[in-house]
């Protein structure tokens, strides 16, 4: 079945750590994105990325770097500069193009809950 | 400044009876609409969707309103199911044609489905 893989599912990590989470996608989608999700504050848009070898900044970057070096995969780097990493991570994917079915819905998977101790 | 907003925290529905979860935008550029349901420590699912050339969209016991007037859009659930309790997220986008910008979303509401 085609999806979206985070890995791991809880993270634990001590102040002035970076944590990298995975994220790998077998739905052959163009776009990836990162997104935070924190008790009553919605979803927000940390980065995404239309191709491979390119990413945009969202509206909460600071603290948070991404690659992407093949169309599978668009891992997110938590650094120490992150005033407040705990929180419920998010990677979600979607094909572009104009007439595309499906370019205008986000496909989520299942999370990534970051403890920072 | 929040551009998509959902004010009702929460909400509770007796098992059976229609409900009903309201979405308001502020940016004139969002053209399409998207509703996600979202269960504890689990990924959001799409539930249904509306462009902004449409007013209404209805996917079995799901329906969404939109007035782009009031730049309001609706979420009818009936009849509601136990089943249903969950956290309700409203999203816009600006790309109907197919872009990469991601979405922006609401708070949420959290929907509770009593028996």
């Not at chain 1, 909460?60 to 938590?78: D, N």
């Not at chain 2, 969209?57 to 136990?82: C, M, W, Y």
């Amino acid at each position: 079945d085609g999806g979206i893989t985070q890995s791991p599912k809880y993270l634990f990590r001590k102040e002035g750590q970076n944590v990298t989470l995975s994220c790998e996608q077998n739905l052959n989608h163009d776009a990836m994105y990162w997104y935070r999700q924190d008790p009553g504050q919605g979803l927000r848009l940390i980065y995404y990325s239309q191709i491979v070898n390119d990413f945009q900044k969202g509206d909460i970057a600071e603290g948070y770097s991404v690659s992407r070096e093949k169309k599978e995969s668009f891992p997110l780097t938590v650094t120490s500069a992150q005033k407040n990493p705990t929180a419920f991570y998010l990677c979600a994917s979607k094909p572009t193009g104009a007439f595309v079915s499906g370019a205008n819905v986000l496909t989520f998977g299942a999370g990534s809950r970051l403890t920072v101790l | 400044d929040q551009q998509v907003k959902q004010n009702s925290p929460s909400l509770s529905v007796q098992e059976g009876r229609i409900s009903i979860l309201n979405c308001d935008y502020t940016n004139s550029m969002f053209d399409y609409f998207l509703w996600y349901k979202k269960y504890p420590a689990e990924g959001p699912t799409f539930l249904i969707s509306i462009s902004s050339i449409k007013d209404k969209n209805e996917d079995g016991r799901f329906t969404v309103f939109l007035n782009k007037s009031a730049k309001h859009l609706s979420l009818h659930i009936v009849p509601s199911q136990p089943g249903d309790s969950a956290v309700y997220f409203c999203a816009a986008s600006s790309y109907s044609g197919g872009g990469a910008d991601g979405l922006t979303f609401g708070k949420g509401t959290h929907l509770i489905i009593q028996p």
